[in-house]
């Protein structure tokens, strides 16, 4: 199935939607069906053609307007059929697919006269189409394509002086001690290493630096860098070239095939102590392709591998002997230096008058090595003035395209870019739509991609998993970086390089993609066509004024972030093509014109996240359509009855988060939710404000996956039957789809009921309790069947040795998050194999663990508090050297009154030793 995409828009789908309409019901038509059959052939053939332009490495100018002009067009296209299908519909609810749509209203098309306007619009359409055929015989694009053959930008980081480079020496060293440190031993096997990172980061300057300084250790050494699309032959030719050889070995090297060329450079080095450098590998085939070249010899032979891709440093580090090492960006010491230096020879020369741009224009590099040389090197040749330096600080996006000194920058971030398929390259240049230094959630963006079109099933996989796995693979690929990294190794959200965004917004931009208004973007008029998403980071009455007069009838999704001055923003009336319609922390937001909201009836993605927004707009539950509706963070606590006739909302959330990241549910379940089979996430639900009727109609959404809801009943008798028909429900979706429930109280609520949860829920992967509530015993589905539990947050009252091993016995377990009431002052043990896959465990409250050899072999996180008293008793011993993989320790210390600080000094002292002592020297806290 074809999505929406930056470079060639709605093409794709558009197709498909005109091949719908003449299998269904408007087919009998005939000036509607010869119209549209007559479109869509048209278009066909110049979806061929913008298929293959996109595809060049680099378009000359006229082949980018001709592709323009078509997505324009594609646009219109799609706007004109999309507004002609809903008159056809009359604006109500639609089940079924096309051919039982157009069979209910072919009556109505008849009737209506829609026949007569939709064939007149569509003549116009034809006259433009026409042009634009035209347009591409006069460019002559049927040709041989013209190919750009530029420089490699990477061949400066080859020959750099090492007196220039800054920030260096640290990782440098590190790992020339790495690679050499087996040098006297016994042990010679062959090493690997392979160096991650975005591009500019400086990973083929260390590669070079590590090679410089260990290449004497050598019998041979060569360094070579690999091309996108590598060619086999021509890396191992240079290779050999670059080796001591005799003349007779390479003749007829001309002549060599790949396949020969392969063994001849392993014959070379079978019996040699050799180091090679792969710079700039892109992909896992390049890798696959030419690694048996390098035999795995005794003689300490090493080789070094930089890629920006994760996937790709993984595959080149399968093996023993290797290392995956991840570069970091410049602090903002070694970024300053590097800076001044490159400007002014010395970091001590800068005026006090250009520190404060200098400090603006560093944030903006955000330490990257390549950004802070090219920009340097652009203002060493301007004026030392500071409106010098601050134009240049607010023409950086620009500058990237037309500022010589900035080209190899624009090449070297362009080069991750064009290797990226085109529904990756949609996917992150949507993320220009966020402000600098934004924390973007993975959960919103990924709902926000389906709802653009961006994103299709694939091979058995959903929309969501699909969208999920573009998100990590634009992480893995350096393109963003990670935040908050969970316990299953998946990052929460992620946040773009200022640079990175740059060149981001200049592809939008160049693409129609998306238009930026409000602090620094405020000229629309640079974007060709009409404006198709709009991103507004603030509001105020010079901006609405623009957008006043804007034509904004063909926009397809409105995101206003953090404005206090909403009323001046054009009515909703106005965006009449709207899928994705997003107020983020939006105050004053009842000011806003919401009439005309009931007739975005394309609309997917609705959220006032943030917002003080105290009762919905009655026209929300006119939007069939829906598929995520985001009230979180606000003040609503009762949704409209009308709520459940949208039967396709897929997403509904509500949690509140007032004073801390745990949620609040301080709203009504409506009554019929039972009907809205679609649903797979609810949040923010109160179960005792609820009806029992709603509360059993949970059990009813066989398709739901994550339910966070808040109960409060005290306990009492008054609310026993709410709690009764929750665990109903329970039992119900256990047996379904239902992978994670976190269940919050703001009271001591007992939840002993949750201990009758049955049958066992086979696909549970979260169960998370936030409460002072404390369960007198493990609840009994909690065992080693739960094949599936991954993370498991619980409070009890006691823990035992039991306990333990039945947690320990838990085969997925990754996170375990332990809370305990009693004061347990006697000794546990987290026996032998206990804990197969375990990466965090946290005990809330104190109790004495240790842990024996074979424990937790996977453990990289522990937080444990204790008793100084307890710990005193049983020698101080943890076992902490019985964890091989730690990495950060945290130890909290509960004193008794009769605590001396001679045992506390003791206490802490054992740790650090035991902490010390251990191989990986773990990060400790105490």
Not at 37 to 61: C, F, N, W
Not at 410 to 421: A, G, H, R, T, V
Request: glycine share 6%; net charge neutral.
């Amino acid at each position: 199935m074809e999505v929406v995409s930056a470079s060639q828009g709605v093409l794709g789908p558009l197709l498909g939607k005109l091949a719908g309409l003449l299998e269904g019901e408007c087919a009998r038509l005939k000036g509607v069906r010869r119209e549209i059959r007559s479109l869509k052939a048209e278009l066909t053939g110049m979806h061929g053609a913008v298929h293959k332009y996109t595809m060049l490495q680099d378009p000359d100018i006229q082949v980018k307007d001709w592709i323009s002009l078509v997505r324009e067009l594609a646009y219109d296209i799609e706007d004109v059929i999309d507004k002609f299908i809903h008159q056809l519909g009359n604006g109500g609810q639609h089940h079924g697919g096309f051919k039982e749509f157009f069979h209910k209203t072919a009556r109505r098309l008849k009737t209506l006269g829609s026949r007569r306007g939709i064939a007149s619009q569509i003549d116009d359409l034809k006259i433009r189409l026409k042009e634009v055929k035209e347009l591409k015989t006069s460019y002559k694009l049927d040709g041989i394509p013209y190919e750009h053959s530029a420089v490699d930008p990477r061949l400066s980081a080859l020959f750099v002086e090492e007196a220039h480079l800054v920030g260096i020496d640290g990782p440098r060293d590190d790992l020339v001690t790495w690679m050499l440190e087996d040098e006297n031993s016994s042990t010679k096997d062959r090493k690997v290493l392979s160096i991650v990172g975005f591009g500019g980061l400086g990973k083929t300057t260390l590669a070079r630096e590590v090679y410089r300084k260990i290449q004497g250790h050598f019998d041979c050494q060569a360094f070579v860098s690999v091309s996108q699309k590598p060619n086999v032959k021509k890396m191992m030719t240079d290779l050999i070239s670059q080796m001591p050889c005799k003349e007779d070995f390479v003749k007829g090297i001309d002549t060599w095939d790949e396949t020969i060329c392969i063994a001849k450079l392993k014959e070379l080095l079978k019996d040699k102590r050799y180091l090679i450098v792969i710079d700039d590998i892109w992909s896992i085939s390049a890798w696959d392709a030419i690694k048996y070249a390098f035999p795995e010899n005794d003689f300490c032979s090493r080789i070094i591998a930089t890629t920006r891709d994760v996937d790709v440093a993984r595959s080149c580090c399968q093996g023993g002997n290797c290392r995956m090492y991840e570069m970091e960006v410049l602090s903002d010491l070694h970024s300053k230096r590097l800076f001044f230096k490159r400007i002014f020879g010395s970091e001590d020369c800068c005026p006090d008058v250009l520190k404060q741009i200098s400090n603006k224009i560093l944030k903006k590099c955000g330490g990257l090595p390549l950004a802070i040389i090219s920009i340097s090197s652009l203002l060493a040749n301007r004026p030392v003035v500071k409106d010098e330096w601050e134009r240049v600080g607010r023409s950086i996006s620009s500058a990237l395209d037309k500022n010589r000194s900035l080209e190899g920058m624009n090449s070297i971030l362009s080069l991750s870019y064009n290797d990226l398929p085109p529904n990756l390259k949609t996917c992150l240049l949507y993320l220009c739509i966020y402000p600098e230094d934004y924390v973007i959630e993975r959960d919103t963006l990924v709902r926000r991609w389906i709802a653009e079109g961006f994103i299709s099933e694939e091979r058995g996989q959903s929309k969501q998993e699909v969208a999920e796995n573009h998100f990590y693979e634009l992480i893995n690929k350096s393109m963003i970086q990670p935040v908050e990294v969970g316990y299953d190794g998946k990052a929460r959200a992620c946040k773009v390089h200022d640079m990175m965004l740059e060149l981001l917004i200049s592809k939008s931009v160049e693409n129609n993609f998306i238009s930026l208004a409000g602090h620094r973007q405020t000229d629309l008029a640079k974007y060709d066509g009409f404006i198709r998403r709009l991103s507004v980071h603030h509001i105020d009455l010079e901006l609405a004024s623009i957008l006043a007069n804007e034509e904004l009838s063909h926009v397809r999704s409105l995101t206003v972030m953090a404005s206090t001055c909403i009323k001046h923003l054009p009515g909703l009336v106005c965006f009449e093509a709207l899928r994705v319609l997003e107020f983020q922390d939006c105050q004053n937001l009842h000011e806003y014109d919401m009439n005309g909201i009931d007739k975005l009836f394309q609309l997917k993605y609705l959220s006032f996240r943030g917002t003080d927004m105290l009762k919905l707009p009655s026209g929300v539950v006119r939007l069939y359509g829906l598929e995520t509706l985001d009230l979180r963070n606000t003040h609503i606590e009762e949704l409209p009855t009308g709520i459940i006739q949208l039967v396709k909302l897929q997403n509904l959330l509500i949690a509140r988060y007032p004073y801390s990241r745990f949620a609040h549910g301080e709203t009504k379940i409506p009554n019929g939710i039972g009907t809205m089979k679609n649903l797979q996430v609810i949040s923010g639900f109160n179960i005792i404000k609820s009806s029992l009727c709603a509360v059993e109609e949970l059990g009813n959404l066989t398709g739901l996956k994550v339910l966070h809801l808040q109960l409060d009943g005290g306990g009492s008798q008054e609310y026993r039957r709410h709690e009764e028909m929750l665990l109903s429900s329970l039992c119900k979706l256990g047996t379904c789809k239902l992978q994670s429930i976190w269940i919050r109280t703001s009271d001591s609520t007992p939840l002993q009921f949750i201990d009758s949860w049955s049958p066992l829920p086979y696909n549970l992967q979260m169960f998370r309790m936030t409460t002072n509530y404390y369960l007198p015993k493990m609840p009994k589905w909690i065992v080693p069947a739960l094949t599936s539990l991954a993370y498991l947050n619980i409070n009890l009252i006691e823990a035992t040795q039991e306990d333990l091993r039945i947690l320990g016995e838990m085969p997925a377990l990754l996170c375990l998050k332990l809370a305990v009431k009693t004061i347990q002052k006697e000794r546990l043990t987290v026996q032998g194999v206990a804990f197969p896959c375990l990466k965090e465990f946290c005990c809330e409250d104190a109790m004495y663990l240790t842990f024996e050899e074979g424990a937790l072999p996977k453990l990289e996180k522990l937080e444990l508090p204790l008793f100084v008293s307890v710990a005193k008793a049983n020698g101080f011993q943890l076992g902490l050297g019985h964890l091989p993989c730690l990495r950060d320790a945290k130890f909290y210390l509960c004193n008794d009154v009769d605590t001396s600080y001679e045992s506390y000094s003791v206490a802490v002292g054992a740790i650090r030793k035991e902490a010390n002592s251990h191989p990986n020297h773990p990060r400790l806290s105490i």
